[in-house]
């Protein structure tokens, strides 16, 4: 079992930044691929950024290319997304999960989720 937990969320004007974290406990989680995805009111769940267990592979979503930067160190345990220039379309829940996958930006694929963060974007 792989417990994760996203932390880093809140409120912040257009045009802010901010960094969300994923922070890892359990099995070893260099073993592991990280996605980032999010669920507005009234929408699924999408993929927002995936990055390989070692971090030499990282894949975004058309709408976020450019804006959001996924990372990980794993002596920390921990996998981040950095977000810049932050739009209210980007308001949402934002999750968390861990698989042991190449395929990134599938969801099935990913066999432990976080609890998710509110990111709230105002205009």
């Known amino acids: 079992q792989v417990q994760l937990v996203e932390s880093g969320g809140g409120l912040v004007q257009a045009g802010g930044s901010l960094r969300l974290s994923c922070a890892a406990s359990?099995?070893?989680?260099?073993?592991?691929?990280v996605g980032w995805f999010r669920q507005a009111p009234g929408k699924e769940r999408e993929f927002v950024a995936g990055?390989?267990?070692?971090?030499?592979?990282?894949y975004y979503a058309d709408p976020v290319k450019g804006r959001l930067a996924i990372s990980r160190e794993n002596a920390k345990n921990t996998a981040y997304l950095q977000m810049n220039s932050l739009k209210p379309e980007d308001t949402a829940v934002y999750y968390c999960a861990a698989g042991s996958t190449w395929s990134l930006a599938n969801q099935y694929a990913y066999d432990y989720w976080g609890q998710g963060t509110q990111v709230t974007v105002s205009s």
């Open positions: 359990g099995r070893t989680f260099s073993n592991y691929a």
């Open positions: 990055i390989s267990k070692t971090g030499g592979a990282t």
